[in-house]
Each structure stands twice: as structure tokens, then as C-alpha cells.
């Protein structure tokens, strides 16, 4: 089944402890994205990638980090989390520019 | 910059009536993609439809149509008899066609559509 997969789904935290959310796909998309979704703002892209080692910042890139080094993965690191880094976050998949992207399920995180 | 605005925050409907969810965009492109995504209460992302900035024709799914008019940068969603499970946040979205071929998605704030029984 072509999917998109995000671990955890839930996650509680406290301030400064580094996590990772990973994300995985097996459709063998180039393009990945992370995006958060906050009440009022809708979905706002923090960084995505267009191919492995290809990464760039989208509009909310601050106290993130991202990787690529194999196509189907694309973590999202936070290296000293803040509360207001609690949201939630989706990462997508797609083929390549202008078409549809695929959502994981969503990785809720509380940062304390 | 784009932008898109969905400036409907809440509509709240009785069964089997029509609703428009309207998305207004800016961009300076002059190729550029729009998209309409549903979040149901599960929360999962879909897709529902994909239209590109040479393509004004207007398209039909079942009860959904989608209206696209350059002239007014809008891009609106119609449901056609509502059905509950309609019920979901409708965000629309646009993604520029760039020289550098990067790739940018920015959303609307959403609208939160209820369908009562």
C-alpha cells in the first residue's frame, strides 16, 4: 500500500530535549515536505527536499533541522524544543512540482 | 509573495444544502498550481483536486465542482448536497512553478465546514 508514515503520532516533551520525527514513503517520490498545522494559520511549510542531500528552508524553517540522505526518509529533528514548537506536524510526499502531494497521518507534540 | 485566503473560517449547513468555499490567491507567477484539500475530523490530509494556471475549465466530481477564474485569482469549491460526512476543514493551496525548480506549498487558514443532520 502506498503510504506515507510518520513516528511517533504522539509526543510529549519538555523544553530543550532533542527529538526526531521520522517519516518514511514507498511511492519512490523525490519531492518531501514538513509542514505544521496550528489553529487560524493552517499549514505552513518548514522545510522540504527535492531529491537526497537536497534540502531548503520553507517559510518556518527556525529550530528545525531536516536530512535526506536516502530518498524514502526525510526526519525532522528539533535539537532544543521550545513550547511554541507544539503542534501539529505532517510530512508529504510527491512525485515532483505541481502535482498532489501524500500526507502522513500527523505527529502531535506538547512541549512543556 | 503568494498568499491564499479562505476568509470563510466556519459554515455551518443543513443536510443537502449547496455550499461554496471560496479561496482567493496571489501570485506574480504566471504558472502556477491550486489545490484542495479535505481534513475530516480524523485528521488525515486528501487530496481532492489539482488544477494548473493554463487550465480555466471548470470541473465536476460527483457533488464537488471546482470554479476557477484567473481573472479574480479565485479558485472556489462547491458542494452540491451536503451530506454530513462532508464535515471536515477544506484548505486550499498554491504552489509556484519556479526557474530554480524549488518547491513551495503555501496554504490557506482553512474553512471549517458542518454539515448538520
Known amino acids: 500500500e502506498a503510504q506515507v508514515t510518520q513516528n511517533p503520532r504522539y509526543l510529549i516533551t519538555v523544553t530543550g530535549k532533542k527529538l526526531t520525527v521520522t517519516c518514511s514513503q514507498n511511492m519512490n517520490h523525490e519531492y518531501m515536505s514538513w509542514y505544521r498545522q496550528d489553529p487560524g494559520l493552517g499549514l505552513r511549510q518548514i522545510y522540504y527536499?527535492?531529491?537526497?542531500?537536497?534540502?531548503d528552508k520553507g517559510d518556518v524553517p527556525e529550530g528545525y533541522k531536516v536530512s535526506r540522505k536516502e530518498k524514502r526518509n526525510f526526519p525532522l529533528i528539533l535539537e532544543s524544543p521550545s513550547p511554541n514548537q507544539t503542534s501539529l506536524y505532517f510530512c508529504?510526499?510527491?512525485?515532483?512540482?505541481?502535482?498532489?502531494?501524500?500526507f502522513g497521518p500527523g505527529t502531535r507534540l506538547l512541549v512543556l | 509573495a503568494q498568499k491564499v485566503t479562505q476568509a470563510q473560517t466556519e459554515i455551518s449547513v443543513v443536510e443537502k444544502e449547496d455550499v461554496t468555499l471560496d479561496c482567493v490567491y496571489e501570485?506574480?507567477?504566471?504558472?502556477?498550481?491550486l489545490f484542495w484539500y479535505k481534513q475530516p475530523p480524523s485528521g488525515e490530509l486528501v487530496f481532492l483536486i489539482r488544477?494548473?494556471?493554463?487550465?480555466?475549465q471548470n470541473e465536476i466530481s460527483g457533488r464537488y465542482s471546482w470554479n476557477f477564474q484567473k481573472s479574480t485569482s479565485s479558485f472556489n469549491f462547491t458542494i452540491t448536497a451536503s451530506q454530513v460526512v462532508d464535515s471536515a476543514v477544506y484548505f486550499c493551496?498554491?504552489?509556484?512553478?519556479?526557474?530554480?525548480?524549488?518547491?513551495?506549498?503555501?496554504f490557506g487558514s482553512g474553512t471549517r465546514l458542518l454539515v448538520r443532520p
Open positions: 493551496a498554491l504552489s509556484e512553478s519556479r526557474m530554480d525548480s524549488s518547491y513551495k506549498l503555501i
Open positions: 501570485t506574480r507567477d504566471t504558472t502556477y498550481y
Open positions: 488544477r494548473n494556471s493554463f487550465d480555466e
Open positions: 508529504a510526499s510527491s512525485l515532483g512540482l505541481g502535482v498532489a502531494q501524500y
Open positions: 527536499s527535492m531529491n537526497v542531500e537536497v534540502t
